[in-house]
């Protein structure tokens, strides 16, 4: 019963660089989304997918790149890490997607740092 | 869009009451949402109004007018272990579809003094 899985739990990137950051879920769930967590920011979000094969922006899309190809997966490139992208980045799942009654899982995070 | 506001820090004493309120505003409403998280841990859900009113679940109860844009979440005999950030969030309703998008507000600081 793992729920949502994130890793790495840790990660330190020199500027320039790339990386994936892994979401995997295994409760069945069609939708699933990444945030941001920022300091005073709350939780932004910057990218989700409705289910596989389908995925949008969010209000912070900028610099990430994701893609779904199975129900279980939901991962989040960056594809030159900038400073401005160290944060705490958290994916989530729900069932119904509605931010209803089922509410929405989250991972335990990965805290990146880009210096 | 859509713009959640609330209060950046609450303090209060254990056995207290505290009420944490939300406004907002958005394109689309389809219900206020409320989260926990503990430093260093994740968002947890704790409640949901769909509808104009009160529900209790527990300590925790969580009240919406949808005609005054405004909800709160109240949290009652307040313990240490409540001290966290709470969350309140609603669904945006992007042309063509409502769903998996929920929007957070920046988070209110929950402090409980023994």
């Known amino acids: 019963n793992a729920g949502v899985t994130q890793t790495p739990k840790f990660q330190v990137l020199k500027t320039g660089q790339s990386m994936t950051l892994q979401c995997a879920q295994d409760m069945n769930h069609e939708y699933m989304s990444w945030y941001r967590q920022d300091p005073g920011m709350g939780l932004r979000l910057i990218h989700y997918s409705v289910g596989a094969g389908i995925t949008d922006q969010g209000e912070v899309p900028n610099g990430y790149n994701v893609s779904r190809s199975t129900t279980e997966d939901f991962p989040l490139r960056l594809l030159s890490a900038a400073p401005s992208q160290t944060s705490v980045y958290f994916c989530?799942?729900?069932?119904?997607?509605?931010?209803?009654?089922?509410?929405?899982?989250f991972g335990s995070g990965t805290r990146l740092t880009v210096v | 869009g859509q713009s959640l506001e609330q209060p950046s820090e609450v303090t209060a004493v254990e056995g207290a009451i505290v009420q944490i309120n939300c406004t907002y505003q958005t394109s689309g409403f389809y219900g206020l949402s409320w989260y926990q998280q503990h430093d260093g841990g994740a968002p947890t859900f704790l409640s949901y109004n769909g509808l104009d009113g009160l529900e209790e679940t527990g300590r925790f109860s969580s009240f919406l007018s949808r005609s005054d844009s405004y909800g709160y979440l109240l949290l009652q005999e307040l313990q240490m272990k409540d001290s966290a950030s709470y969350f309140c969030a609603v669904r945006d309703s992007p042309k063509g579809s409502t769903l998996g998008r929920l929007y957070f507000g920046r988070g209110t600081q929950l402090t409980v003094w023994p």
């Open positions: 989530a799942s729900s069932f119904s997607g509605t931010g209803g009654l089922d509410g929405y899982t």
